[in-house]
């Protein structure tokens, strides 16, 4: 069992930047995937970008060359630094942790694009 917290969301306009945390804790100790996802209203859940326990990392179209995946304090936390935010980022993004057996999910942060 895995549990997730996230921080970071909030107001920023376009073009501006923001980093949003995830710390996870449980039994973590195997190879995994975690991930950032959003869903934007009317929308599926679309994956944002992951990586792995051994730092391979992926990411969606869309968000290639402007947002940033990052594993740190002994992996059990990751980062999203999104830069060159643009309105269409606006959605709730949620941290997600995965191994071969369990699927957790984080609260969800809200990220708004705005002027």
């Known amino acids: 069992q895995v549990q997730l917290v996230e921080s970071g969301g909030g107001l920023v306009q376009p073009g501006g930047s923001l980093r949003l945390s995830c710390v996870a804790s449980?039994?973590?100790?195997?190879?995994?995937?975690m991930g950032w996802y959003r869903q934007a209203p009317g929308k599926a859940r679309e994956l944002v970008a992951s990586?792995?326990?051994?730092?391979?990392?992926n990411y969606a179209d869309s968000v290639k060359g402007r947002f940033t995946i990052s594993r740190a304090n002994a992996k059990n936390m990751v980062y999203l630094q999104m830069n060159s935010l643009k309105p269409e980022d606006t959605a709730v993004y949620y941290c997600?942790?995965?191994?071969?057996?369990?699927?957790?999910w984080g609260q969800g942060t809200q990220v708004t694009v705005s002027s």
């Open positions: 449980g039994s973590i100790f195997s190879s995994n995937v």
């Open positions: 997600n942790w995965k191994n071969a057996l369990y699927n957790s």
């Open positions: 990586i792995t326990s051994g730092g391979s990392t």
